[in-house]
């Protein structure tokens, strides 16, 4: 870590202590990444194989095969078979699932000296609320076996909705409270527009907010991308960070299919006229529309899906106008069945109109003359990675890596503006020691720098390593312990630093009856928006605020 004194490294006349990674950092993990990828077991590999079949000696496709404990998978072909291969000796439990279908678990496959082959016969049931898999703990799981509440939007009921924005679909989760594009679970904050959430937004596991606000930007989650959506409610900082003091909410995108799907979605809509006749201030149709073409394929080892979505909304309110497009790529690479590669490219262009507030209650849906006329034009891209290495069938190592850029600027009475690169590299553990003890532990760094005539331009280092036990007994009880340690350094300004603890107990007493308790502490660093902010918007003067602290808080569930 090199520190250095420059006076005209960002723009502004002054001085800044830079600390950043040179070079050989980024090598060095470069070269982590190269020999994780060409590390190969020394023991002997067999493989699992077989088919699944329905009670009518059908082929089952698409079925679920999965060595538990060993984070190894497949899917069966059209001829209803799979096969798992690099499977090290030793003792297994196979499972296999599809929806429709009863789940079948063969316990104490025992791979000692040469491949086997398991035949499986699924039988159908009826559909129920059953299993749901879900990645809270930063790893896949059972959503029955967490200690803390947690709710999952299947894609089936985004698309049932005809949602164009994942904001619009929070708005129907029991606990959510969405002000405008700001969230709140179960209370955890207020609205305060331009400053930051509470609540961390992931993308497959890839922290996704902005590196000067903070903010959630809804609008670039592309959803007919999307296989699911995770609600954490309660403190999330023992493994999440910082952003995490409220919850957690994580999209997961889709699986690449084996074969090639094109998907084309059109909609269209008309506002309504208001209510009261006062309030109507245009004689023309609003209308509301939106178009996305999608295509997925693999190609050998190599799948790749992309999207194009163009969203226009004329609004209800003036100035409430915005025309948007959200692209999406997700690049999928497997090196071997021990390593996988994916990479997901984002971006966002849009314009949008300015309405904060009414101009008056005989006038509601139009803005203060002062605001009228107003627009706010938006680019923003996200390039995230994410590498998975399998040590053995206990071990294994995720490496997220991610660059975020913003760039906005309004056409208001200030014409504000900015620009902010934040850079994230998240190193995770995983590691099952015994068949009742989980250990997840990791490394997590990043870095923003803004170039504003609101905020200044400021900088910020945060760094934070965390580890996590999660330990089953004899009978049906789960215990987690986590704890993290999060630094944060925003520019000249002193640094803060906090432990976030957290203690989860889950006690199964059948499958329709369990008991969850936690007690959780989260910690939250100001925004570089909050602590630098000064401009005027609206008539409302904000002023920059250097003295602020970190927030902190405590859940009991």
Do not use: C
């Not at 002062?370 to 071990?395: H, V």
């Not at 190193?427 to 003890?437: E, G, M, P, R, W």
């Amino acid at each position: 870590m090199n520190i250095i004194k420059s006076k005209n490294f960002l723009p502004g006349n002054r001085t800044v202590w830079w600390v950043f990674i040179p070079g050989a950092h980024i090598l060095w993990w470069a070269g982590l990444i190269f020999i994780l990828i060409s590390v190969e077991s020394s023991a002997q590999q067999f493989r699992i194989y077989g088919t699944v079949k329905d009670n009518s000696d059908n082929p089952l496709i698409g079925a679920n095969v999965i060595l538990l404990g060993a984070e190894k998978g497949a899917a069966t072909d059209k001829e209803g078979n799979f096969e798992i291969r690099n499977v090290s000796s030793g003792l297994y439990t196979l499972e296999v699932s599809m929806v429709g279908f009863k789940t079948v678990k063969v316990a104490d496959l025992n791979i000692f000296d040469q491949s086997k082959r398991v035949d499986f016969v699924l039988e159908p049931i009826v559909i129920e609320a059953g299993q749901v898999i879900i990645t809270a703990n930063k790893y896949e799981q059972d959503i029955s076996d967490l200690p803390v509440s947690a709710e999952v939007i299947p894609y089936e009921k985004l698309l049932r909705k005809n949602f164009t924005n994942l904001e619009d679909a929070m708005r129907y989760v029991p606990g959510v409270n969405m002000t405008s594009y700001q969230i709140s679970i179960r209370g955890s904050s207020g609205y305060s527009k331009g400053a930051g959430t509470r609540v961390l937004l992931a993308y497959d596991g890839i922290p996704f907010y902005t590196g000067d606000t903070g903010e959630i930007i809804w609008e670039s989650i592309p959803v007919t991308q999307l296989e699911r959506v995770e609600i954490i409610k309660g403190a999330s900082s023992s493994l999440y960070g910082s952003a995490a003091i409220g919850g957690v909410v994580n999209v997961i995108t889709k699986k690449i299919p084996n074969e090639p799907v094109t998907y084309i979605k059109s909609s269209i809509g008309v506002w309504d006229d208001p209510y009261y006749s006062e309030w109507k201030w245009a004689d023309n149709l609003r209308i509301l529309n939106s178009l996305t073409l999608s295509h997925s394929r693999k190609i050998g080892d190599l799948g790749i899906a992309a999207s194009l979505s163009r969203i226009e909304d004329m609004s209800y309110k003036q100035s409430g106008f915005y025309h948007r497009y959200i692209g999406y790529l997700k690049a999928e690479y497997a090196f071997s069945e021990a390593s996988s590669a994916t990479l997901f490219f984002n971006s966002l262009n849009q314009k949008s109109g300015n309405f904060l507030y009414w101009k008056d209650s005989r006038n509601a849906l139009i803005p203060p003359e002062a605001d009228q006329g107003q627009s706010i034009i938006t680019n923003r891209q996200m390039l995230g990675l994410l590498f998975k290495k399998i040590i053995s069938e206990n071990f294994f190592i995720n490496f997220r890596g991610s660059y975020y850029r913003s760039d906005w600027k309004d056409q208001t009475e200030s014409a504000n503006s900015a620009v902010t690169d934040l850079f994230r590299v998240e190193v995770q553990l995983n590691n099952s020691l015994t068949d009742k003890l989980f250990l997840i532990s990791g490394f997590e760094s990043s870095f923003s720098a803004v170039s504003s005539d609101i905020f200044g331009n400021p900088i910020a280092l945060s760094l934070g390593a965390y580890s996590q036990a999660e330990l089953k007994f004899n009978f049906p009880l789960i215990a987690t312990l986590g704890l993290r340690y999060d630094f944060t350094k925003p520019d000249t300004l002193e640094s803060s630093g906090a432990l976030s603890p957290k203690l989860g107990l889950n006690y199964k007493v059948n499958e329709n009856l369990i008991f969850r308790s936690s007690i959780a502490f989260g910690f939250r660093a100001p925004t570089l928006a909050e602590t630098f902010t000064s401009t005027t918007a609206s008539g409302i003067t904000i002023k920059p605020n250097p003295r602020l602290k970190p927030e902190s808080n405590f859940t009991f569930e």
